[in-house]
């Protein structure tokens, strides 16, 4: 089954505006992940925020975790034409036999 | 010096066939998996195997079977190929419940 939903499924900006985008679980979670994975190509890791921890940074990122609301958010600041790709968060759920469960993506579009 | 490497990237064949792909990782990570994309880019797991052992095994038809003869190294084979099969393969190495890495997929066509 689907742990994770994403919202928006498609999101279009202009280069040097801003790009968010949600995630809503369901079962208590261990850790959540994000994901890029650029057209064609095979996913790579973004970020892994835990669940005891509210926000983390890496360079233009910032993750939020809101364990209570069973929700993530990814920001990506002064996007660029290189962003475009689809994003994915994914759960470890606790107790799970090291397993990820990947939302159903938001695909970013940044217009040159 | 790739990560994680798969082959080949992409496989057509015919229904009814049996083919393989190969992944590797030179991570020294301990927990290696497959993944199946399909064409709506949903992503699911299929199988996870932790040093040589398999602890995941998803609602997978038996014509799927995951080999993995050492740590490094986890196999995909598939009988009777159906067009339904067709997808992207990924798979993916981590080191306990961390980042996992993953491979640049195998894009599979079965006509």
């Known amino acids: 089954s689907q742990q994770g939903e994403e919202d928006p499924q498609a999101l279009s900006i202009q280069e040097g505006e801003n790009a968010t985008m949600n995630c809503s679980y369901k079962?208590?979670?261990?850790?959540l992940q994000w994901y890029r994975q650029n057209s064609g190509r095979g996913l790579v890791h973004l970020i892994l925020?835990?669940?005891?921890?509210r926000e983390k940074h890496s360079g233009r990122l910032r993750v939020t975790l809101d364990t209570s609301k069973k929700s993530s958010s990814l920001l990506i600041t002064a996007s660029r034409a290189a962003d475009t790709a689809s994003y994915f968060c994914a759960t470890y759920t606790s107790g799970s036999a090291r397993q990820l469960t990947f939302g159903s993506g938001t695909q970013l579009t940044v217009l040159p | 010096d790739t990560a994680v490497s798969q082959t080949p990237k992409y496989l057509v064949t015919q229904m009814g066939n049996d083919k393989s792909i190969k992944c590797e990782q030179n991570l020294g990570h301990d927990t290696m998996y497959w993944y199946k994309q399909d064409s709506k880019k949903f992503l699911k797991i299929m199988f996870s195997?932790?040093?040589?052992?398999?602890?995941i095994n998803e609602t997978v038809p038996n014509r799927f079977s995951p080999k993995s003869p050492d740590k490094a190294h986890l196999n995909l084979h598939i009988n009777s190929l159906e067009l339904g099969d067709s997808a992207v393969y990924f798979c993916?190495?981590?080191?306990?419940?961390?980042?996992?890495?993953f491979g640049p997929g195998t894009r599979l066509t079965v006509l």
């Open positions: 925020i835990r669940s005891n921890e």
């Open positions: 993916a190495s981590s080191q306990m419940v961390n980042e996992q890495f």
């Open positions: 079962t208590s979670i261990n850790n």
């Open positions: 195997y932790n040093n040589k052992e398999l602890i």
